[in-house]
């Protein structure tokens, strides 16, 4: 349920009063040392690099994904159901830790709000978890734009190198929805003003310096990655790096506080391991490998989520995070509302509270093909059913039959934003009882690393979105020749497409196939080693809404207002 519907408090009104406790607590608590934190005032910490000495070599927890149906305006709720399965399992005497993602002020001041869950199954201090927490997005973006700095300085001061200005590949970013720098010009003025060329900005969230903190394994690892990154081509057609430049130590210097993943709680007091921020439908919309190592080692079950539907985060967090870290997660849930359902099903957004079973049903079909390809994975699934308060009893039950009885998984119903832990003690029951008699096989990836770049985008578009064919750019195809030359196919693919649908058509709703799927472009991110393809018209600088969120966000008497 949500809080329009049952008159609850705002979200921040019930973060705002969550009796939190000081982060040694929750680090205790959790089997963490004090002077393994690096404090960030009473309810913030960072992990130290010498916890993870301590631990790296171990990971007890059974991991628990958090995934959904692709995503409508009705919303979700999959954060909120992450965070109260979590406080389930503290509930039912189990350990447990949370991992997820840091929420983007892109996001929080443009269409959505926050991201730190919801009602009484919220990330606390919410307040600082959706502005600046610990000034993790600043340091990327930073680090991202000395590179940017340093690219044009170099030019601009003889261009030893032989840069070739028209082939730079290497964008500023911001963390911010700001359609306006997606295509700008610089070095207008005068001489000293730098040369005259063409550049682009994507939002932080889309920065490779996101994805390489995300997939790095210790500062070594970031530093490494960091010199791999390619800025862009010289007068030759030969591609150069940041170690070219030489300036990776300097950019490493800007994220060795950034690399640490972050300690807070949940409103029941759960520890949240939070680190790294990528969208799953430009990025691979996981949090970092660092943090959700770390939380299977303090915790019996540990939750993380992938970010928007399934065929996005969840493809990409076996096919990439698993892949490159060895990570198993024991069973997915995925998240599904009767809401959501009828849109899928061709109700409109206007009538989608009404009751409607005809639509509902048709809207089984995006449920079942998410549920599919999960299952290729080897995943075993249970369904996490978040109930509003316009549901009726009769829709619930049909959703439950179709699940139970039809797809043959584990159904419950969650109320974890009403009622916090206890509204998702059905869910904690279940994943408990199915990792217990039937958990996951050894994960089944969609490709396999020998694979070609067309094999693989294939494969995925293919056999996970349902496309019967997938068409190239010649912009597309030349990146897939440049690949094979550097003898980098090998990396996983990225496949950056809209979140609203299994094509890459946002208005295309449901189960969709035999749909042609069109890769636009190829962007090497040789230092988080992995081939991000555009497909499609998805734009990795966001714009804001007509009414962004941020209209409704002020400070009154000292207290934040309009978070949500």
Same mark, same amino acid.
């Given at each position: 349920?949500?809080?329009?519907?049952?008159?609850?408090?705002?979200?921040?009104?019930?973060?705002?009063?969550?009796?939190?406790?000081?982060?040694?607590?929750?680090?205790?608590?959790?089997?963490?040392?004090?002077?393994?934190?690096?404090?960030?005032?009473?309810?913030?910490?960072?992990?130290?690099?010498?916890?993870?000495?301590?631990?790296?070599?171990?990971?007890?927890?059974?991991?628990?994904?958090?995934?959904?149906? #692709?995503?409508?305006?009705?919303?979700?709720?999959?954060?909120?159901?992450?965070?109260?399965?979590?406080?389930?399992?503290?509930?039912?005497?189990?350990?447990?830790?949370?991992?997820?993602?840091?929420?983007?002020?892109?996001?929080?001041?443009?269409?959505?709000?926050?991201?730190?869950?919801?009602?009484?199954?919220?990330?606390?201090?919410?307040?600082?978890?959706?502005?600046?927490?610990?000034?993790?997005?600043?340091?990327?973006?930073?680090?991202?734009?000395?590179?940017?700095?340093?690219?044009?300085?170099?030019?601009?001061?003889?261009?030893?190198?032989?840069?070739?200005?028209?082939?730079?590949?290497?964008?500023?970013?911001?963390?911010?929805?700001?359609?306006?720098?997606?295509?700008?010009?610089?070095?207008?003025?005068?001489?000293?003003?730098?040369?005259?060329?063409?550049?682009?900005?994507?939002?932080?969230?889309?920065?490779?310096?996101?994805?390489?903190?995300?997939?790095?394994?210790?500062?070594?690892?970031?530093?490494?990655?960091?010199?791999?990154?390619?800025?862009?081509?010289?007068?030759?057609?030969?591609?150069?790096?940041?170690?070219?430049?030489?300036?990776?130590?300097?950019?490493?210097?800007?994220?060795?506080?950034?690399?640490?993943?972050?300690?807070?709680?949940?409103?029941?007091?759960?520890?949240?391991?939070?680190?790294?921020?990528?969208?799953?439908?430009?990025?691979?919309?996981?949090?970092?490998?660092?943090?959700?190592?770390?939380?299977?080692?303090?915790?019996?079950?540990?939750?993380?989520?992938?970010?928007?539907?399934?065929?996005?985060?969840?493809?990409?967090?076996?096919?990439?995070?698993?892949?490159?870290?060895?990570?198993?997660?024991?069973?997915?849930?995925?998240?599904?509302?009767?809401?959501?359902?009828?849109?899928?099903?061709?109700?409109?957004?206007?009538?989608?509270?009404?009751? #409607?079973?005809?639509?509902?049903?048709?809207?089984?079909?995006?449920?079942?093909?998410?549920?599919?390809?999960?299952?290729?994975?080897?995943?075993?699934?249970?369904?996490?059913?978040?109930?509003?308060?316009?549901?009726?009893?009769?829709?619930?039950?049909?959703?439950?039959?179709?699940?139970?009885?039809?797809?043959?998984?584990?159904?419950?119903? #969650?109320?974890?934003?009403?009622?916090?832990?206890?509204?998702?003690?059905?869910?904690?029951?279940?994943?408990?009882?199915?990792?217990?008699?039937?958990?996951?096989?050894?994960?089944?990836?969609?490709?396999?690393? #020998?694979?070609?770049?067309?094999?693989?985008?294939?494969?995925?578009?293919?056999?996970?979105?349902?496309?019967?064919?997938?068409?190239?750019?010649?912009?597309?195809?030349?990146?897939?020749?440049?690949?094979?030359?550097?003898?980098?196919?090998?990396?996983?693919?990225?496949?950056?497409?809209?979140?609203?649908?299994?094509?890459?058509?946002?208005?295309?709703?449901?189960?969709?196939?035999?749909?042609?799927?069109?890769?636009?472009?190829?962007?090497?991110?040789?230092?988080?080693?992995?081939?991000?393809?555009?497909?499609?018209?998805?734009?990795?600088?966001?714009?804001?809404?007509?009414?962004?969120?941020?209209?409704?966000?002020?400070?009154?008497?000292?207290?934040?207002?309009?978070?949500?």
């Amino acid at each position: 349920m949500n809080k329009e519907e049952t008159g609850m408090k705002t979200d921040i009104q019930i973060a705002q009063e969550a009796e939190m406790k000081h982060i040694r607590e929750v680090a205790e608590g959790a089997g963490i040392a004090e002077d393994e934190l690096e404090f960030y005032g009473k309810y913030k910490a960072k992990l130290s690099d010498e916890l993870w000495e301590r631990i790296k070599d171990r990971e007890d927890g059974k991991l628990v994904l958090v995934t959904a149906i #692709n995503p409508t305006p009705a919303g979700e709720g999959k954060t909120t159901i992450s965070v109260g399965l979590g406080q389930a399992f503290a509930k039912l005497g189990k350990k447990s830790v949370i991992a997820l993602r840091e929420p983007s002020l892109g996001p929080c001041f443009g269409i959505k709000g926050g991201a730190a869950g919801g009602g009484y199954s919220q990330v606390v201090p919410m307040e600082d978890l959706n502005l600046h927490f610990t000034g993790d997005f600043h340091a990327i973006t930073s680090a991202n734009n000395l590179l940017a700095a340093m690219l044009d300085n170099h030019i601009q001061q003889g261009n030893a190198l032989g840069i070739d200005p028209r082939q730079i590949v290497w964008k500023r970013c911001v963390d911010m929805n700001d359609r306006v720098l997606r295509n700008i010009v610089v070095g207008l003025g005068n001489k000293m003003d730098g040369m005259v060329r063409e550049d682009h900005f994507v939002i932080t969230v889309a920065s490779e310096i996101m994805a390489i903190l995300c997939l790095a394994k210790d500062t070594e690892d970031l530093r490494r990655r960091i010199e791999n990154i390619i800025l862009g081509f010289d007068y030759e057609g030969k591609p150069f790096t940041v170690k070219d430049l030489g300036v990776a130590g300097a950019v490493t210097v800007l994220l060795k506080d950034a690399i640490h993943p972050n300690l807070v709680q949940t409103t029941e007091g759960t520890a949240a391991f939070v680190h790294g921020g990528p969208f799953a439908n430009i990025a691979h919309g996981c949090n970092s490998i660092l943090a959700t190592k770390m939380a299977m080692t303090f915790g019996d079950y540990v939750v993380t989520e992938a970010g928007f539907g399934a065929d996005l985060g969840a493809e990409k967090f076996y096919n990439i995070k698993c892949r490159k870290s060895g990570l198993q997660p024991k069973l997915t849930v995925i998240v599904a509302t009767a809401q959501g359902l009828k849109m899928h099903g061709g109700v409109s957004l206007d009538r989608i509270k009404e009751p #409607n079973m005809e639509g509902l049903k048709e809207g089984f079909g995006n449920l079942d093909k998410h549920i599919r390809n999960l299952r290729y994975f080897g995943q075993t699934v249970v369904v996490a059913f978040n109930r509003f308060a316009s549901d009726t009893d009769e829709e619930v039950e049909a959703i439950r039959r179709h699940c139970e009885e039809d797809l043959k998984v584990g159904f419950a119903i #969650n109320n974890a934003f009403a009622e916090g832990g206890e509204g998702a003690a059905d869910l904690a029951n279940l994943v408990v009882e199915t990792i217990e008699k039937k958990p996951s096989a050894p994960l089944q990836y969609t490709y396999g690393e #020998n694979d070609t770049v067309q094999q693989k985008i294939e494969k995925v578009a293919c056999n996970l979105y349902g496309a019967s064919v997938v068409t190239y750019s010649s912009a597309s195809r030349k990146m897939m020749k440049l690949i094979e030359e550097m003898g980098i196919a090998h990396y996983p693919v990225c496949i950056a497409k809209t979140q609203y649908s299994f094509s890459a058509d946002p208005k295309i709703y449901g189960a969709v196939n035999n749909f042609e799927f069109h890769i636009k472009d190829i962007v090497i991110n040789n230092g988080a080693e992995m081939l991000v393809a555009i497909a499609g018209e998805i734009l990795r600088m966001p714009g804001l809404p007509k009414v962004p969120q941020a209209e409704h966000i002020d400070i009154v008497d000292g207290n934040i207002e309009g978070l949500s």
